[in-house]
């Protein structure tokens, strides 16, 4: 039997130290980490991992719910899936594991009030933007492309397909850009 820690952060700004000490304090033979999105198990090869090499009666361990999903049915495939491996999963704040019933209640309950904060976190978001965007102070996302390079391109007779692999993106982003700035050319 092994207990295998998991650790999540969001964005690569935040900390994951204070989880992997939580998850070395309660005993974790194995911790696995990655800083990315909990909104869905999409890019999340570090858990993909764990679940891939849990035997019978090993034990994934995280230091909230939310580490391991904030999207109910996500979280609960996830322990379903450790359950079909014949593993426990077990979640330190508050203290709940899958190894009796109440556990499986409780798991469930969290999983939807996770689900609900991200949708709460989301509306807020939403919110300021829109605010943001009534006091004029909104910009919109980082521009990924640089739109004078690809209208240069096109003034250059490269055609939408070519600037596409020459600046590592879809054609149809092109095609968008290049219609922004058809008075350009």
């Not at 700004?13 to 998850?23: E, F, V």
């Not at 019933?101 to 709460?120: N, Y």
């Not at 055609?159 to 290049?178: D, E, F, H, N």
């Amino acid at each position: 039997m092994s207990r295998i820690g998991y650790a999540r952060v969001s964005t690569t700004d935040q900390d994951l130290d204070t989880q992997i000490a939580r998850l070395k304090a309660e005993g974790c033979s194995i911790i696995r980490s990655e800083k990315v999105s909990g909104a869905s198990r999409d890019g999340r090869a570090e858990l993909a991992t764990i679940i891939d090499f849990l035997r019978p009666d090993d034990e994934l361990v995280v230091t909230r719910l939310d580490r391991l999903g904030r999207d109910t049915r996500d979280v609960l495939n996830l322990i379903h899936e450790c359950e079909q491996r014949g593993a426990f999963v077990t979640v330190l704040d508050p203290h709940v594991s899958t190894r009796g019933e109440m556990g499986h209640i409780v798991l469930t309950v969290l999983g939807m009030v996770a689900q609900m904060e991200r949708r709460f976190i989301k509306e807020r978001q939403r919110e300021g933007i829109e605010q943001a965007k009534r006091d004029g102070v909104y910009k919109g996302g980082k521009q990924r492309l640089n739109r004078t390079k690809l209208v240069a391109l096109h003034n250059e007779g490269h055609s939408p397909t070519q600037i596409a692999k020459l600046v590592g993106c879809s054609r149809m982003q092109v095609y968008r850009i290049l219609n922004e700035h058809a008075s350009e050319w």
